[in-house]
């Protein structure tokens, strides 16, 4: 299949590419590079530079790329600046999303496979959440997927495209030549590497929620396991379509999280409890079974390979992309 990335120079966009092509399928990158990276785009994939709003550059990167498919990841994805610039996440996001779901309708391209969130379900009513459960954002970030995931459910009702929409939760690791490097970073396991590669201290945001060891559990999906949903999900189109969680099914606890990186790199870490960061419920947990039963997909990495990769990753990257 051919298939345009949007957001492809991106952390996770990266390594779906690398997994697309490892698998013999043609790529396409679509990104403006405001956050990502030209040098995570492998030099034989075409990188086309444009903003994803723009419905006839999205159109042209299509048709001169003869794409069948697009994976649309091209976002901004910080819940806390969500939070701060809400019109700017609405215009990219959603805006975004709609330019995307036109230009592939008019240009042939009829299958989408779409990058969401748990954050579309705010504060979960039970753990560990099912898709079928109630979808109640409690920041912009994930009313501006929520919102991509309706434009997604129009567009296949009117039998514009097929598409998928899969809500990842926590993304962790590194694969190959692709790593994580945010700037400002503000992901707990490149923080905490980082905090034990430079001696300094790694905050723990809240110790008093109710878990068992009081700290914030979440559900770490390895980076290539993510990936891998998406190749799953593209391959299963048009047949299978619809919203999937991709989570590992379990949570490890922030302190669960900062042993794993001593464990992984041999180094102590100095944990320092802070206030509590503003919206992080207490526990975020998928249930992956409709993923599992649909496309077939079951996440095959642990906790301890994405620490284990995002490390191998930092060592051989100290200063993260250094652009091509
Ligand atoms: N944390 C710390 N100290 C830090 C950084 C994070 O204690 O220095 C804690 C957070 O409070 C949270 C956990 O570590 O409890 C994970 O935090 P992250 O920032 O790594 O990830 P989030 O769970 O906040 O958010 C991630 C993505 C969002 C997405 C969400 C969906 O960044 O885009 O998962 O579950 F919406």
Same mark, same amino acid.
């Given at each position: 299949m051919r298939v345009l990335v949007t957001g492809g120079?991106? %952390?996770i966009g990266s390594v779906i590419v690398a997994r697309l092509t490892a698998r013999g399928h043609d790529v396409v990158v679509y990104d403006d590079l405001s956050r990502g990276h030209a040098a995570a785009v492998p030099a034989s994939v075409p990188l086309v530079r444009g903003d994803v709003r723009d419905t006839t550059a999205v159109r042209a990167a299509l048709v001169e790329g003869g794409c069948e498919a697009v994976v649309h990841m091209a976002a901004l994805a910080?819940?806390?600046? $969500?939070?701060?610039?809400?019109? #700017?996440?609405?215009?990219? =996001?959603? @805006?975004?999303?709609?330019?995307?779901?036109?230009?592939?309708?008019?240009?042939?391209?009829?299958?989408?496979? +779409?990058? $969401?969130?748990?954050?579309? %379900?705010?504060? /979960?009513?039970?753990?560990?959440? @099912?898709?079928?459960?109630?979808m109640a954002p409690a920041n912009p970030y994930g009313e501006t997927k929520l919102a991509g995931e309706r434009l997604l459910r129009q567009a296949r009702s009117r039998g514009a495209l097929a598409a998928t929409a899969l809500r990842y939760f926590n993304a962790s690791g590194a694969h190959g030549a692709c790593g994580e490097d945010h700037d400002p970073e503000t992901h707990l396991i490149p923080l905490a590497l980082r905090a034990a590669r430079d001696g300094l201290p790694i905050r723990v +945001?809240?110790?008093? %929620? /109710? &878990? !068992? @060891?009081?700290?914030?559990? #979440?559900? %770490?999906?390895?980076?290539?396991?993510?990936?891998?949903?998406?190749?799953?999900?593209?391959?299963?189109? !048009?047949?299978?379509?619809? $919203? +999937? =969680?991709?989570?590992?099914g379990t949570g490890d606890s922030v302190q669960a999280v900062l042993d794993a990186v001593e464990a992984v790199t041999g180094l102590r870490l100095l944990r320092e409890t802070a206030a509590r960061r503003a919206?992080?419920? !207490?526990?975020?947990?998928?249930? =992956?079974? #409709?993923?599992?039963?649909?496309?077939?997909?079951? !996440? #095959?990495?642990?906790? &301890? @390979?994405?620490?284990?990769?995002a490390w191998a990753w930092m060592r051989e990257h100290p200063d993260g992309y250094t652009e091509r």
């Open positions: 120079a991106g %952390y910080e819940v806390a600046e $969500s939070v701060a610039e809400p019109d #700017r996440y609405f215009s990219v =996001n959603v @805006d975004g999303t709609a330019a995307v779901v036109e230009a592939a309708a008019a240009a042939g391209a009829g299958r989408l496979v +779409f990058s $969401s969130t748990a954050a579309v %379900y705010g504060a /979960p009513e039970r753990t560990p959440i @099912d898709e079928r459960d109630t +945001f809240g110790d008093d %929620y /109710p &878990t !068992p @060891d009081g700290t914030c559990v #979440r559900d %770490y999906v390895h980076v290539a396991d993510l990936a891998d949903a998406h190749i799953a999900a593209l391959e299963a189109l !048009p047949g299978v379509q619809g $919203s +999937f =969680n991709l989570g590992t919206g992080d419920p !207490p526990v975020l947990v998928a249930s =992956n079974w #409709r993923a599992a039963a649909e496309l077939g997909w079951r !996440p #095959r990495r642990s906790l &301890t @390979d994405a620490v284990a990769d």
